[in-house]
């Protein structure tokens, strides 16, 4: 299978300037001219036939949250094709995520900086990706630019998957449609698993090393947090950063009346000076710019993780730990499972007093439930 375009390899620095020029409808064009994949005309039948297949590849949306429910697709298609390679192509900071999934053959990471249609970066993905030929290609992403486009171009597969919204042909030649009774962002993504004749498998779930475990105990131990005391993580680059300062606050006076239980702020990789000031304030223990790994082992020695529309909020039930999640009520469905693991503190319109009180009302139950509590 080649993936080599019909005028040879096109002439990157002439086409990112013209690019430049002719905005997104025309990039989508200049994508569609230039790569032969994007010319076919095979018929397809559902489910589409990969009896065979060598290499699928798997587009994770940019935005990591999205990414992560991911995993439940991911994990079907692994499951499925055992004999097949399966590749991840997504943004660099979701990387670290699915780089300890087993079954993944490798995974590809850009930078989101560098994502616009012949950009350099983009260039040597696409040379990387040209050698990774594939069967098929399942894109996630459901607002896709060129630049995805281009690199999909490069794998040059035959079956294109993706959201109804995301394309039409012949960008994509199979299209998803979902409906009500797949709500939850990971059960949408089965879709397109189902497409490909996989069927779901007991829910992805990931590890963190002892290693990498001790280390964060050993953080704690730095900020005077007794060995074996109950720790529960407030995702404060989140809150913080969707609700502000002042309820953030409130839901912080509010739990912190919590008797025998240790809070710890994760702070993310924000550089928001107002957060930082915000944090400091708080007089609570801190965790900035954790690594994946590191940001799965703070999770992993608390008793119960505080967020919502966020990466810590989905970690959390991969790695089967209870999660509170401050969700607006049209979130819930796609964001939070029935399965006594995630629980809601319900808003319309803003969170207020009563929001902080449901927060404190289940952590209060979670570290009642607690082994060994007093």
């Not at 953030?248 to 239980?261: A, P, Q």
């Not at 009302?361 to 607690?370: F, M, N, P, Q, V």
């Amino acid at each position: 299978m080649s993936s080599s375009s019909s005028f040879g390899q096109p002439d990157r620095p002439v086409l990112s300037r013209l690019s430049r020029l002719v905005g997104p409808r025309g990039q989508d064009a200049l994508v569609r001219l230039t790569y032969p994949c994007f010319r076919s005309r095979t018929p397809l039948r559902l489910p589409a036939d990969l009896t065979g297949a060598r290499r699928l590849a798997v587009i994770l949306p940019e935005d990591p949250l999205e990414s992560l429910h991911a995993m439940s697709v991911v994990g079907a298609l692994v499951n499925h094709f055992s004999g097949a390679e399966v590749v991840i192509a997504c943004e660099r900071r979701v990387a670290g995520f699915f780089e300890r999934v087993r079954g993944i053959a490798d995974v590809v990471a850009y930078d989101r900086g560098e994502r616009y249609l012949y950009s350099r970066e983009f260039g040597e993905l696409g040379d990387m990706l040209s050698q990774k030929a594939c069967d098929a290609c399942v894109i996630l992403e459901k607002n896709p630019d060129a630049s995805l486009w281009y690199l999909i171009a490069r794998m040059a597969p035959p079956i294109r998957i993706g959201y109804a919204q995301a394309a039409s042909y012949p960008f994509l030649n199979v299209r998803i449609r979902t409906t009500g009774e797949a709500a939850h962002a990971s059960d949408q993504n089965l879709l397109a698993a189902a497409v490909m004749g996989a069927k779901p498998v007991p829910p992805a779930t990931w590890s963190v090393s002892k290693e990498t475990i001790e280390e964060m105990r050993h953080a704690l131990r730095e900020y005077r947090i007794p060995e074996g005391a109950a720790v529960a993580c407030l995702d404060a680059a989140y809150l913080y950063g969707r609700f502000g300062a002042e309820w953030t606050s409130t839901l912080v006076n509010t739990v912190r009346e919590i008797d025998n239980l240790e809070w710890v702020i994760y702070a993310g990789d924000s550089a928001d000076e107002d957060l930082v000031a915000w944090i400091e304030r708080s007089g609570l223990p801190a965790f900035p710019a954790l690594s994946p790994s590191r940001s799965a082992a703070l999770i992993q020695v608390s008793c119960a993780v505080v967020s919502g529309k966020a990466v810590l909020f989905e970690l959390a039930h991969l790695l089967g730990k209870p999660a509170i999640g401050v969700f607006e009520e049209n979130e819930v469905c796609r964001y939070c499972r029935p399965d006594g693991l995630s629980h809601v503190a319900g808003f319309s319109g803003r969170p207020d007093d009563r929001t902080a009180g449901r927060v404190k009302e289940i952590i209060g139950t979670l570290a009642a439930a607690r082994p060994g509590s007093r």
